[in-house]
């Protein structure tokens, strides 16, 4: 087991920080330029990626790997932990380890297949999306700091920026329209901006980031790009674009079963370890540590992400596209009539689609509720619920749920509309079932009209659309 380990420690290369106070032991405070031809020599593409990562074998050589639910872990000399302590002995120095919350064998080998996946140095799983975001605005922003933000981002993650690191951090935060190139230069003060933050995919507007511009921005005045992947992993590979560090919510996608709440941080091997320091960093001091059983469960899971992503995003597509015809207003990046699909088209890894995520503006709090309440109620359609990536279609008003903690003149400012839904587009059961399901929770929004005589009629040459549907898809 020791020459597993031994092997996995040299993939992830969890060295010591070797210098700079920015977590990134680059001296630099800005630039990242020497790790950069490192992430760049891995695999392209992402389930490629994943394929190439040490698999790790079990205890008595199975298949699978073997749990570490250790919290402790033993030394066979008393000065053994004294030398953990001092930095001279661990994971990467002998295969040994001290406690938990600082490194575990199991957690340690689901790290290498995240920074596999995102082609980072090196990646550390915590216990919530939420965490990961905290502890690393925490850790490289730092008391009185400065950051420029998209000002449409995740309710939870906009709260943390406008409301609770200001208060006990001093931290102050810029809000701007991240697609707006003048504007974030403008927002950037070189030597104060520590960090540059926005979502590859924004939460819920599906505005896609031009991380490549952005990344220019941010290194120019010596800040970071810290992006949020959790909308579309494998889809987007944002360091590969440019960005210092990729956050995510692996409760979303990555799972893939609404079971498991859990994060990830995905960067360099520095700034992991600068956040592991026994004495000041963010992850090691404020602890979000994520159980073993947990890791072992998300590593069974990872390898079958590519082609779940792939049958999300056709379906969403397929839906996106009938819904389109149907004279509803739909946001979805695969729609050529959508500002960011060339963007998308662009910078995407190809055969992936354009992700599982879209949204139907249906006018009002009312209506949306109405529609949600027949989808879930009467048809079966989906799940009136928050969270995405679920097998399951799940549907929320955000204006009023997920994007609430945003006050209501900044949700107008980014398009978010009351009427506003968005659903996370499973892949259970057939596209064809799903889709009539769909026509008839919208034929019974109102009573009878020439709009439900049409929709009838429409059904089957709708239907006939997945072909194109699918084309479409393959292309871009």
């Known amino acids: 087991m020791a020459q597993t380990m031994a092997a996995a420690s040299e993939l992830v290369t969890l060295k010591r920080p070797?210098?700079?106070?920015?977590?990134?032991?680059?001296?630099?405070?800005?630039?990242?330029?020497?790790?950069?031809?490192?992430?760049?020599?891995?695999e392209a593409d992402p389930a490629a990626a994943l394929a190439s990562a040490r698999h790790e074998f079990g205890e008595h050589g199975g298949v699978n790997m073997s749990i570490e639910a250790s919290a402790t872990f033993t030394v066979m000399e008393p000065d053994t932990m004294r030398r953990l302590f001092a930095g001279e002995l661990g994971p990467d120095r002998?295969?040994?380890?001290?406690?938990?919350?600082?490194?575990?064998?199991?957690v340690l080998a689901l790290g290498r297949q995240m920074a596999a996946l995102e082609g980072t140095e090196a990646a550390y799983c915590t216990a919530?999306?939420?965490?990961?975001?905290?502890?690393?605005?925490?850790?490289?922003?730092?008391?009185?700091?400065?950051?420029?933000?998209?000002?449409?981002?995740?309710?939870?993650?906009?709260?943390?920026?406008?409301?609770?690191?200001?208060?006990?951090?001093?931290?102050?935060?810029?809000?701007?329209?991240?697609?707006?190139?003048?504007?974030?230069?403008?927002?950037?003060?070189?030597?104060?901006?520590?960090?540059?933050?926005?979502?590859?995919?924004?939460?819920?507007?599906?505005?896609?980031?031009?991380?490549?511009?952005?990344?220019?921005?941010?290194?120019?005045?010596?800040?970071?790009?810290?992006?949020?992947?959790?909308f579309t992993p494998v889809v987007v590979s944002p360091a590969r674009l440019g960005a210092d560090v990729v956050v995510h919510s692996v409760s979303k996608f990555i799972s893939g079963g609404a079971d498991i709440i859990a994060g990830a941080i995905c960067g360099p091997a520095s700034l992991v370890n600068a956040m592991m320091d026994l004495q000041d960093g963010a992850l090691m001091l404020l602890g979000p540590t994520m159980n073993a059983k947990v890791a072992f469960e998300l590593s069974e899971r990872l390898p079958h992400l590519?082609?779940?992503?792939?049958?999300?995003?056709?379906?969403?597509?397929?839906?996106?596209t009938r819904m389109q015809r149907l004279g509803l207003r739909v946001l979805y990046p695969g729609l050529p009539d959508h500002p960011h699909h060339a963007r998308l088209a662009g910078v995407g890894n190809p055969g992936y689609g354009s992700g599982g995520m879209l949204c139907l503006d249906m006018g009002t709090e009312e209506r949306a509720n109405r529609l949600m309440?027949?989808?879930q109620n009467t048809t079966q359609f989906g799940l009136m619920a928050v969270s995405?990536?679920?097998?399951?279609?799940?549907?929320?008003?955000?204006?009023?749920?997920?994007?609430?903690?945003?006050?209501?003149?900044?949700?107008?400012?980014?398009g978010i509309s009351p009427g506003l839904v968005r659903m996370s587009v499973g892949y259970n059961g057939t596209l064809e079932q799903r889709w009539a399901q769909f026509e008839r929770a919208l034929a019974l929004m109102q009573?009878?009209?020439?709009?439900?005589?049409?929709?009838?009629?429409?059904?089957?040459?709708?239907?006939?659309?997945?072909?194109?549907?699918?084309?479409?898809h393959r292309k871009h």
């Not at 590519?306 to 996106?320: G, K, M, N, V």
């Open 18 to 42: 070797f210098g700079g106070n920015d977590g990134f032991g680059d001296g630099s405070n800005g630039t990242v330029a020497d790790e950069k031809p490192k992430a760049r020599r891995r």
């Open 94 to 106: 002998g295969d040994m380890y001290i406690y938990s919350r600082h490194f575990n064998p199991t």
């Open 128 to 230: 919530s999306g939420m965490s990961a975001i905290s502890a690393v605005l925490m850790q490289l922003v730092g008391a009185g700091g400065h950051v420029v933000a998209s000002q449409c981002l995740y309710g939870g993650t906009h709260a943390l920026l406008a409301r609770f690191l200001p208060r006990t951090s001093g931290v102050r935060a810029t809000f701007v329209d991240a697609d707006d190139e003048s504007a974030v230069r403008a927002a950037v003060v070189p030597g104060e901006t520590r960090v540059v933050y926005v979502e590859t995919m924004s939460n819920p507007t599906l505005a896609v980031a031009d991380i490549p511009m952005l990344a220019r921005v941010a290194h120019e005045a010596g800040a970071k790009l810290v992006v949020d992947n959790t």
């Open 306 to 320: 590519p082609l779940r992503i792939q049958e999300h995003s056709r379906r969403a597509l397929a839906f996106a």
């Open 373 to 375: 309440h027949h989808l």
């Open 388 to 414: 995405l990536g679920y097998y399951e279609t799940l549907m929320s008003c955000s204006g009023s749920s997920t994007s609430s903690e945003m006050p209501p003149e900044d949700r107008a400012r980014v």
């Open 447 to 472: 009573p009878p009209t020439p709009l439900t005589h049409h929709l009838n009629l429409k059904g089957a040459a709708d239907r006939d659309g997945t072909d194109a549907a699918s084309n479409n």
